[in-house]
């Protein structure tokens, strides 16, 4: 960070935030039990889905108050991935979620626009050619940004956005390839997505499987799915906040998924 | 000959809901004997060990000899009626408006006599089959049915007091996604259910068997999920005034006794799916039941449930699962209970391995879908508690009733 940055600064970005100069967008689904979960072949242990029971609702249980019990996996609606949660991220330092520095909660993003190549194909792969053509029309993809690629994916019908077949999901993400380098080349700060994980539906079948897991977690990076109103964050200078919860040794957990975006609209 | 039902109109909303009431329900313990076999469905008296003496009714020594506590056997079930009575006035609040009715004195070729109800069909010198039924109160009746099966005879008014017929009710089956609930869905169907709803969770999972279930007649998919309790309370809010039987297909069958298993993931679906899940089905849709129990020709009649045998005694290759199956058993009696003042039945369908992916490693003998299903409509035609089928769930409840140690030692 350059220069320093003063109470006022700070204030200031407040009053922004206040005034609407600088727009919160909300990037998290609605936590709801029909929400889609990932789903592994059976023999595998399952993630929990979404699951409320009502405590009290001003009623014999609690007259004056109402309040929930809720279950669900750390990997249940719009979640983020810690780099614990993949095997190749598992001797990273400060790698669970209560051990994350906080100041890796808020980092900018790059949003890559692939919704019209998803609309035609399902299993649209993101390669490092699409990687390449974004730098092109806007510059480097700098150093500890997200990369969100917008597939339009949390536009469609639970069916439609599950898409699984009788030979797994199909469903958008990206190649080992392009993982590789948004790792290795551009030291991306992480990798999100709209589609319930971060790899392809058939990323069981890339080598190696699940790249997007395998390469950002191997990296002591991080990992963003389920999230939705990419279509409103420009392709640069968009700022997330995604803090999930703290909980010890979590490999992850829901959360809500905030990006805050100057109104004039333009990229750095 | 009984005149055929007709499938009742809508209900005229000016009108009170008939409530449920219950014949007089009383028994001493000795003749609680009769209500075991006719759980089953099967016809048993005593019989005394020392002088062979059939009796009727239940008495705590022999009449003949004076030889205590004769034990229930299964006997003959023909006699002759020898005498009809209608009766047309009662003091009892039940019988009263349920007037006439008719009972006789039957000569059973066993030996005694014993005074039942009587089957339409039926004429004085008539030979009969007699039958124990549970009649509202959940006792047993002696029922007399006709040796050969008459026309619309399932249709007689005093039969279908104690019986659970599907035909012209509305059921609901709570998985449409598995093999037990498509098979489940047609067999009701079939039986002239007028419409059966068909819960699907998780609508975006496809599963195999999705398009022919859709095609079978007065089958309505409806979202229902038993792990939620959201759900299970949407589809109560929208339907639980017009469903007269369910029938639980839920089924989460896992391998491994409890030590075997790594953690407690699985054992919560399991009791999630399943013990969880009866009870948010009960809590929803059981109020609703209890006070439809007399609500006309398509009164709310009963809850069938499919239960793994192993609830009985556990078998340790499915420990954990067999635990949470015992839950459910466990619970079906309390929830028989709760629902007997509405007269409404809970029917436990008890079975061993099925024909299924999760039992695939298994040998036969194993149950088909088609065959559980069948068995569970038969039940709610015979209006019957408690169903064992195949060799296996019948050995094994056969086995626990003679030493229940043994049979935890032997498994």
Known sequence: MAGPYSPADLLAFAGAVASGAVRVVDLTQTLAPEFPVIVLPPEFGQASPFRMEEISRYDERGPGWYWNNFTMSEHTGTHFDAPIHWITGRDMPDASVDTIPPANFVAPACVVDVSAQCAEDPDFTLNVDHLLAWEQQHGKIPKRSWVLLRTDWSKLPPRGYANMKDDGAHTPGPSPEAMKWLVEKRDVHGFGTETIGTDHGQATHFNPPHPAHYYIHGAGKYGLQCLCNLDQLPPKGAVIFSAPLKIKQGSGSPLRVLALVATDGAAT | MTEPLVRPKRKDPLKRTRLPLSPPGARSRTALGLVAAAAQGRFMLQVCRACAKTIYPPRD?????????????????????????????????????????????????????????????????????????????????????????????????????????????????????TAVGQSCAKALSEAGCTIVFVGVSDPWKPFPGEDSLRKIPNVEIVPLDLTNSESVNDLAADIGGRVDIIVNTSEHVRAGGIMARKGLVVAREEMDIRYFGLMRLAQAFGPALRFRGADGVNSATAIVNFLFVHALANWPEFGAYSATEAACLSASHSLRAELKPGGVKFINIFHGPLETDWFQELPPPKVAPAQLVKSAVDALKRGLEDVFVGDIAQDIRDRFLANPKALEREL
């Open chain 2, 61 to 177: 020594a022999c009449p003949g000899c004076f030889a205590p506590a004769p034990a229930f056997c299964d006997v003959p079930d023909r006699g002759k009626l020898l005498a009809v009575t209608t009766i047309r006035t009662s003091t009892d609040a039940y019988y009263r408006e349920r007037m006439p009715w008719r009972v006789g004195t039957v000569q059973m070729d066993c030996g005694p006599s014993i005074v039942a109800h009587v089957h339409g069909d039926l004429a004085e010198g008539d030979r009969v089959t007699m039958s124990l039924k549970l009649d509202r109160s959940g006792q047993a009746a002696a029922f007399a049915l006709p040796v050969k099966e008459t026309p619309a005879m399932a249709d007689d008014k005093q039969l279908r007091e104690m019986t659970c017929d599907p035909k012209f009710r509305r059921a609901l089956v709570t998985d449409g996604r």
